[in-house]
C-alpha cells in the first residue's frame, strides 16, 4: 500500500470547472488528448482506432446529461478528470507506490516505471477517473499538465494545463486551491463551487461550479391595453 | 519511497509555425508546434484576431486529420465503372493532361457545358475567379445548402449579415438572443463571446427546438417548432409596436421607415418607392407639409398618414405599411402561439425584455463621433440587444423572409451597430444590395472567351437574371433564374440532379472540389448516386460526361469520379484568406491571413488551387498566362497570392501591400508579402480608430475610410432597407409589369405568393399542417460541435466521441409511439425510408426529431474498417430529402426557398414507427465501397506521440 505524504502541504494545484458556462464543445478533451499523446505519460494509445470500436485512453472526457423534465430541466455538459483529491484511495490501495501524490503541490500522479497494470486504483477511484493503457500495461491519468505548469520554456501565462489554456467559453480554471486568497479560492466561494460526491470523504481538489439558476423573464400581467394603432405616431416629427 | 523524477520543462518542439486552421469555417489562427519533423502540438495562436489563444476539439485534432489513413496520395483514373471505387495511379501530367483535354473541348465549344463546384472552399475568389476566366456561368460553392439565406437576407436588409458580416457585441450586450444557431457558425467566437457575457451576468435567450450546447447553457431555452421562428419574431414585432417600444429616431434617421410607398392598385407603380428626378427616395416633412427627399438634414418627417403625390396618387410610408401589417390580429402572440409552440405569455414577456434591454436605463460609451451629416455626437448610445442566427433559420424554405424578420427587429429598436447590438464586421457595411451583378448572361457565354465578371452576384431585379430566349435558366443550378433569383451563393445541391437531366444544358466536365456530393452534401443520396452514373441510351456514354475531383481524402464522392486531383491536407499549403471572399474580420476592423507549408507532402499531391492555376495556362486562360503564352504565376498559388491584382493595387491580401510593404489595403505588389504575414503570425488586421468602431452604416470617419480602402464605392450612409425594392421589382413582374416577367403563370403565382417587399412568415412550401396526418413529425439535424464542418472530423480522435449517431425523440413521444430508448425505428418521409436508434430525451420540441449532422459515412470510406459504426449504425436524413417538391400544376419546383435557392433540408416532415426485430444494422446500407488504393495500414493500436517521449531520454 501506498502511502500520502506527511507533510500536509498547503499547495494543492488543481481545476474549477464552471459548469454553467460548460457547451460541451470537447474542446477540452481533444487538447488535452493532443497535448498528453506526446506528453509526461507518452502514448495515450487508441486502440483500433479506425476499426469498429475504437477506444483510446483520454484524460479528460466531457459527458451530457439532462436533469429534470422538458419544461423545467436543464441538460448539463460534464467534463471528468482526476480531481487530484486530497485523500485519494487510488494513491492509499496501490501496491508498488506507483501512484502517488505529491508532497509540494499536491497532485496524483503515476509512476509508470512502478505500475504492474493492477488496476486497484481504478477501482479504488469512484470518479471513474484513472485511464488503463492495456497496450502499454500500465495505469495513465491526468498529470494536471505537469510538463506545463512548470515548464520553463513556456512563456508564464501559458504555464497552465492545456484544457484550460484551450477552452473558447473560458469554463475552466487552474490554480491553488490550498491557498483561500487565490483567484480560483475566491471564484469557488464567489459561486457556491462544490466537491464531487463530497459525502465519500475523499476531499476532491478540483471543484465544479453549479449551473446559476436559470434566469426566467419576470412575468408580469400581459398589459391589456387596447392599442392606440398608428394614430399615436401621427403628430411625432422626426429628423433625417 | 523516491518520488519520481520528472521533466517539467521540456520545451514542446523544435520548431513553431503559425498557420490557420482549416478544421472549419472559423479559420483560427494556430501554432504548429514541431518535433523532428513531426507534429508536436497545436494550438491557438494567442494573438490572432479570431480566437485569441483557444482552439476547439477539431482543431486539436488537426494531428490525426493530418496523418489520416484516408489521406489520397496520387493522381487517379478511374479503371471500373463509374462509383464501383476502381482506379489506377497515374503521374500528374497525365492527369493534367487527360484535364486540358476535356476541359479545352469544352471551351472552344460550349463553355457552358463545365460545371465548376466547389464545397467548403475558402478561396473562392480564385475559383470563382478561374470559372469566369474559362467562361463558364457554372460556378458556386456550397453557400447554397449552407447559409445563402443568412447572408443574402442581411445583405438585402441591412447590409451586412450574422456570422460571417458581423457579430454580436459581446462586450456590452446585456441581451443575446440565438435563433436556430445549431451548434454551427461560428465556433470558437460564438464560445468566446458567451463566456464573456456569462461572465458578466449578461442574459442568453436561445430559440431552437433542441437544447443542447448554446441552448443549454442559455438562460432560457424555447423549444420552437421548426420552420415557424419567422411567425414567433412577427409576434415580437407586434408586441413592439402595440406597446410602442421601438426606436422611431433610429427608423427616421438610418433606414427607410420614412420613404413613401406609392399606393396605386393595379398599375405599374404600385409599390414603388416615390422617388423625386434625381433618384432620391421622398418623405414627408410635417412642418412644411410637403414632400422632401428624405434625406434632408432639416425636414421633420412624419411617419404616419397617407400623403397625395403629384398627380393625385397616394402613398404610405413603409413604417406605416410595416405597422399596418404587423398590428394586426394575425400577428398576435395569441395567434402565434398556436403555430410556434411558444406560449403567448411567453412571447410577450420576450417581447418586453428586448425593449426593456434596448431601451430603457441607457447606457452611454464616452466616445465622441461624427454621422455622415457631419454632425458630432459626445457619446455613442447603446442599444444592447444582440442578436444571432444560423442554421435553423437558414434551411427552410422561409429562411430569408425570417432572417429579413430578424432584421426588421434590429431595425425597430435601433440594434444595429450600436454599442451592445450586433456589429458589422468590414469590409461590411456594403450599399444593399452590394455590387456586383451576377455575369453570365447569355449574350456573355462564347467559346473560347472569358464571361466579364464574377459568375455569383447580387440582383437587383429581373432585368439582371441569366435567362434563356424562353424565360428558362441558363445556369445548371438554374441560380439567378426565376426558381430561385436572388441566389448570391448558387445553387450546389441541384447541379447534379439538374446536370443528369442535361437541363438546360448537357454538362460534359463536372468539376468539384471538397464536395462530399456523393454523400452527405446531397439532398437525396440514392437520386444523387442515380445522376452521376447515367448513361445515355443512344452513345451508351455517361450523360455527365466527364467528371473530375479533387479532396484529400477517400471521402465517398471519389468513386463517382473518373479523375481525382489528389490534394494536400491544410498543414501542407498555402492560401490566402481573403477580403474579396470569406474574410475573417471582426467588428474592431478588417483582417485577413495566410495558410503557409508547415510540412512537405510525403505524398505525390498537390494543393488544389496550384492544380487550377497551372490548368488556367495550360488552357489558355488570359488571367493565368502572360501575352507571350508562359504561365503568369511559376510559382503557384503562393506567387497568384502576392502578384494577382485584381483591380489595380488590390489583391487577395491586404496587409504589407506597396514595394515597401507599408500600404494596406490598396498597393503595389509586395514580393516580401508573404514573409511580412509570417512574421506577424499569418494574419493581418487593421484596428479600426475607437470613433470608427460604432454606427459604421452612418459614421462619417468610418464610411470616408472605408471608400478610401476600396470597400464601399462612396462615402454615402447606408440607408438600411425594411422595404425590399428588389423583391417589389420582382412582384411587379410577377404582376405583369416590365420587359422581363415571368414566362408562365405558375412561376408569376410564385413569385407574388413569395416576394413581399416587407418580409413576412409564410409556412414552408411543403406545408405546417399535415391533414392526413402521413408526416406529423419535423425532422432536423444539430451540427456535433467536435465535427461539424469539418472536412478531416473523420478522424481517429473525434470519431471516438461521436462513433455513430442516433435520432432523438421527446421521451413523451417516444412512449406514445412504442418506441424504446436504444431500440430501432424506421424513419419514413414521401421520400425514402432509413433505420434509425433512438435516443430520447427531454430538451426538444415534442413534435421535432433531431440527430446529428454527417457522423455516418459509407462503408469503405474515409479510411475506416467496413465494420466501423460510422457505417453500420450512424445514418443520414439526407436520404429522406428530396431535392425536388412534388409536382404542383405540372411544375416541379426545387426543394429550396424560392427567393435565393437555399436548400430547404430542415423542412423535412416525417413519421416514425417502431421497426420489428432484426440486424442491428441501420438502412439503408449502401454497398460497401473497396479501401483507399493507396495501401495504407490500419494500425490496431494507435501510439502517437510515443517517440517524443521516448526519443529524448530525461536529463
Not at chain 2, 427552410?396 to 454599442?419: E, K, W, Y
Not at chain 2, 475573417?584 to 488544389?608: K, M, W
Not at chain 2, 511559376?634 to 504589407?656: F, K, S, T
Not at chain 2, 470597400?711 to 420587359?739: N, T, W
Request: aromatic residues 8%; contains cysteine; glycine residues 10%.
Amino acid at each position: 500500500m501506498t502511502s500520502l505524504p506527511n507533510n500536509s502541504a498547503t499547495k494543492r494545484l488543481g481545476l474549477v470547472i464552471d459548469l454553467d458556462t460548460c457547451v460541451g464543445c470537447h474542446a477540452c478533451a481533444v487538447n488535452c488528448k493532443e497535448w498528453n499523446a506526446g506528453g509526461h505519460m507518452a502514448p495515450l494509445t487508441d486502440i483500433d482506432p479506425y476499426g469498429a470500436e475504437p477506444e483510446g485512453v483520454w484524460f479528460n472526457r466531457v459527458h451530457a446529461y439532462e436533469a429534470g423534465d422538458r419544461k423545467t430541466g436543464r441538460t448539463v455538459h460534464f467534463p471528468r478528470s482526476c480531481l487530484h483529491c486530497a485523500e485519494p484511495q487510488c494513491v492509499t490501495v496501490c501496491p508498488t507506490g506507483a501512484s502517488y501524490k505529491r508532497a509540494e503541490d499536491g497532485i496524483v500522479l503515476v509512476d509508470e516505471d512502478k505500475c504492474i497494470g493492477c488496476k486497484l486504483c481504478s477501482w479504488a477511484c469512484p470518479y471513474g477517473a484513472r485511464e488503463y493503457d492495456s497496450h502499454s500495461g500500465v495505469m495513465k491519468k491526468c498529470t494536471l499538465c505537469i510538463d506545463r505548469i512548470y515548464n520553463e520554456a513556456l512563456p508564464e501565462n501559458e504555464r497552465i494545463p492545456a484544457c484550460v489554456a484551450t477552452c473558447p467559453t473560458s469554463a475552466r480554471h487552474f490554480g491553488d486551491l490550498g491557498d483561500p486568497n487565490s483567484d480560483v479560492s475566491q471564484l469557488v466561494a464567489a459561486r457556491g463551487g462544490y466537491d464531487l460526491a463530497e459525502e465519500l470523504g475523499y476531499q476532491p481538489t478540483n471543484k465544479y461550479l453549479p449551473p446559476r439558476p436559470k434566469r426566467e423573464s419576470q412575468s408580469q400581467p400581459a398589459n391589456e391595453e387596447p392599442s392606440s394603432g398608428l394614430l399615436r405616431w401621427v403628430d411625432r416629427l422626426l429628423s433625417s | 519511497m523516491k518520488q519520481q523524477k520528472i521533466e517539467t520543462s521540456k520545451p514542446i518542439g523544435d520548431t513553431v509555425k503559425t498557420t490557420t486552421c482549416y478544421m472549419c469555417a472559423c479559420r483560427c489562427g494556430i501554432r504548429v508546434h514541431l518535433r523532428d519533423g513531426k507534429i508536436r502540438y497545436i494550438d491557438g495562436n494567442p494573438n490572432h484576431p479570431v480566437n485569441k489563444g483557444v482552439l476547439c476539439g477539431k482543431g486539436s485534432a488537426g494531428i490525426m486529420h493530418h496523418y489520416s489513413p484516408a489521406r489520397l496520395s496520387k493522381p487517379l483514373r478511374r479503371v471500373g465503372a463509374r462509383g464501383e471505387g476502381k482506379f489506377e495511379e497515374i503521374e500528374w501530367e497525365d492527369a493534367l493532361r487527360l484535364a486540358t483535354g476535356w476541359l479545352s473541348e469544352v471551351r472552344n465549344t460550349d463553355p457552358r457545358r463545365l460545371a465548376f463546384f466547389t464545397g467548403r472552399d475558402q478561396s473562392q475568389a480564385l475559383t470563382g475567379y478561374w470559372a469566369a476566366q474559362f467562361g463558364t456561368p457554372n460556378f458556386a460553392a456550397h453557400g447554397g445548402f449552407c447559409s445563402v439565406n443568412m447572408a443574402a437576407g442581411g445583405l438585402y436588409s441591412i447590409g451586412g449579415s450574422f456570422w460571417e458580416f458581423g457579430e454580436p457585441d459581446w462586450e456590452h450586450a446585456r441581451l443575446l438572443l440565438l435563433f436556430g444557431v445549431a451548434e454551427d457558425h461560428d465556433s470558437n467566437p460564438i464560445k468566446i463571446g458567451l463566456g464573456k457575457m456569462k461572465a458578466r451576468g449578461a442574459k442568453v435567450i436561445s430559440v431552437n427546438p433542441v437544447r443542447t450546447g448554446y441552448s443549454a447553457v442559455a438562460d432560457e431555452w424555447i423549444g420552437v417548432r421548426p420552420g415557424t421562428d419567422g411567425a414567433l419574431i412577427g409576434a415580437l414585432i407586434h408586441e413592439l409596436l402595440r406597446t410602442d417600444r421601438i426606436d422611431l429616431e433610429f427608423l427616421a434617421r438610418t433606414t427607410d421607415a420614412s420613404w413613401l410607398v406609392i399606393q396605386n392598385p393595379g398599375k405599374s407603380d404600385d409599390g414603388q418607392i416615390f422617388r423625386n428626378e434625381d433618384g432620391q427616395p421622398m418623405a414627408w416633412d410635417g412642418i412644411n407639409k410637403k414632400l422632401m427627399p428624405a434625406r434632408t438634414p432639416e425636414a421633420k418627417i412624419s411617419l404616419i398618414g397617407e400623403r397625395e403625390l403629384p398627380g393625385g396618387k397616394k402613398a404610405k410610408s413603409v413604417f406605416q405599411l410595416l405597422a399596418e401589417r404587423y398590428l394586426a390580429p394575425e400577428h398576435s402572440p395569441e395567434t402565434v402561439a398556436a403555430i410556434t409552440d411558444v406560449p403567448a405569455d411567453r412571447i410577450r414577456e420576450i417581447a418586453r425584455e428586448i425593449a426593456s434591454a434596448a431601451l430603457d436605463d441607457p447606457m452611454e460609451i464616452q466616445q465622441p463621433w461624427t454621422d455622415w451629416r457631419g454632425v458630432r455626437h459626445e457619446t455613442m448610445t447603446a442599444r444592447p440587444v444582440s442578436i444571432h442566427a444560423m442554421r435553423g433559420i437558414s434551411a427552410h424554405s422561409n429562411g430569408f423572409d425570417t432572417c429579413r424578420l430578424l432584421h426588421v427587429l434590429q431595425m425597430l429598436i435601433g440594434a444595429v451597430d450600436a454599442p451592445g447590438s450586433f456589429r458589422y464586421k468590414a469590409p461590411f457595411p456594403r450599399p444593399i444590395p452590394p455590387g456586383p451583378k451576377p455575369a453570365g448572361k447569355l449574350s456573355q457565354i462564347k467559346a473560347g472567351e472569358p464571361i466579364p465578371g464574377m459568375p455569383l452576384g447580387f440582383v437587383g431585379g429581373p432585368e439582371d437574371l441569366l435567362l434563356d430566349e424562353n424565360g428558362g435558366p441558363v445556369r445548371i443550378d438554374h441560380a439567378f433564374s426565376w426558381e430561385a433569383p436572388l441566389s448570391a451563393h448558387g445553387l450546389m445541391h441541384m447541379v447534379i440532379e439538374n446536370a443528369g437531366n442535361a437541363n438546360p444544358t448537357p454538362v460534359d466536365v463536372l468539376f468539384m472540389y471538397m464536395a462530399n456530393m456523393g454523400w452527405n452534401s446531397s439532398m437525396n443520396v440514392a437520386n444523387t448516386l442515380k445522376n452521376l452514373t447515367a448513361v445515355d441510351e443512344a452513345s451508351g456514354e455517361y450523360r455527365i460526361k466527364h467528371v473530375i475531383y479533387s479532396d484529400a481524402f477517400w471521402s465517398e464522392t471519389v468513386a463517382y469520379a473518373d479523375l481525382i486531383f489528389p490534394d494536400t491536407t491544410y498543414l501542407e499549403r498555402w492560401d490566402a484568406i481573403s477580403l474579396l471572399d470569406r474574410p475573417i474580420s471582426d467588428a474592431e476592423g478588417p483582417a485577413d491571413a495566410i495558410r503557409q507549408p508547415i510540412l512537405e507532402p510525403d505524398r505525390d499531391v498537390r494543393a488544389f488551387q496550384d492544380v487550377i492555376i497551372e490548368l488556367g495556362y495550360r488552357l489558355g486562360l488570359p488571367a493565368f498566362t502572360t501575352n507571350s503564352g508562359e504561365p503568369k504565376y511559376p510559382g503557384g498559388y503562393a506567387d497568384y497570392i502576392v502578384n494577382h491584382e485584381r483591380n489595380p493595387g488590390i489583391g487577395p491580401l491586404a496587409g504589407w501591400r506597396g514595394e515597401d510593404g507599408e500600404s494596406s489595403g490598396i498597393g503595389a505588389p509586395n514580393p516580401d508579402q508573404l514573409d511580412r504575414y509570417i512574421k506577424n503570425g499569418s494574419f493581418w488586421k487593421h484596428h479600426l480608430d475607437p470613433d470608427q468602431r460604432y454606427f459604421k452604416h452612418s459614421n462619417k470617419r468610418y464610411l470616408e475610410w472605408a471608400k478610401e480602402i476600396g470597400f464601399i464605392p462612396s462615402a454615402d450612409p447606408i440607408v438600411l432597407r425594411i422595404y425590399s425594392e428588389p423583391l417589389q421589382a420582382f412582384r411587379r413582374a410577377a404582376q405583369g409589369h416590365g420587359e422581363v416577367q415571368p414566362p408562365n403563370s405558375e412561376t408569376r403565382k410564385r413569385i407574388l405568393e413569395n416576394f413581399d417587399p416587407i418580409p413576412r412568415w409564410r409556412p414552408p412550401l411543403n406545408g405546417l399542417e399535415d391533414p392526413e396526418g402521413n408526416y406529423p413529425l419535423h425532422a432536423i439535424t444539430q451540427r456535433p460541435m467536435a465535427m461539424y464542418h469539418s472536412w478531416g472530423s473523420q478522424n481517429a480522435w473525434l470519431r471516438q466521441i461521436h462513433t455513430s449517431n442516433r435520432l432523438f425523440v421527446a421521451r413523451e413521444l417516444a412512449e406514445k409511439l412504442g418506441l424504446k430508448d436504444g431500440g430501432w425505428a424506421y424513419v419514413k418521409s414521401p421520400t425514402g425510408r432509413i433505420k434509425a436508434r433512438i435516443k430520447t430525451m427531454e430538451g426538444v420540441n415534442p413534435r421535432t426529431v433531431w440527430t446529428w449532422n454527417a457522423i455516418g459515412k459509407r462503408r469503405g470510406a474515409w479510411g475506416l474498417s467496413e465494420d466501423a459504426p460510422e457505417s453500420n449504425e450512424g445514418f443520414l436524413l439526407n436520404h429522406l430529402i428530396s431535392e425536388l417538391l412534388p409536382k404542383e400544376d405540372g411544375i416541379q419546383w426545387p426543394n429550396t426557398d424560392p427567393v435565393t435557392g437555399q436548400a430547404a433540408w430542415f423542412d423535412l416532415r416525417v413519421q416514425l414507427e417502431p421497426a420489428p426485430a432484426g440486424a442491428e444494422t441501420t438502412e439503408p446500407l449502401a454497398p460497401p465501397l473497396p479501401q483507399n488504393p493507396t495501401k495504407r495500414s490500419r494500425p490496431k493500436y494507435l501510439t502517437y506521440g510515443a517517440d517524443f517521449r521516448f526519443k529524448d531520454p530525461v536529463q
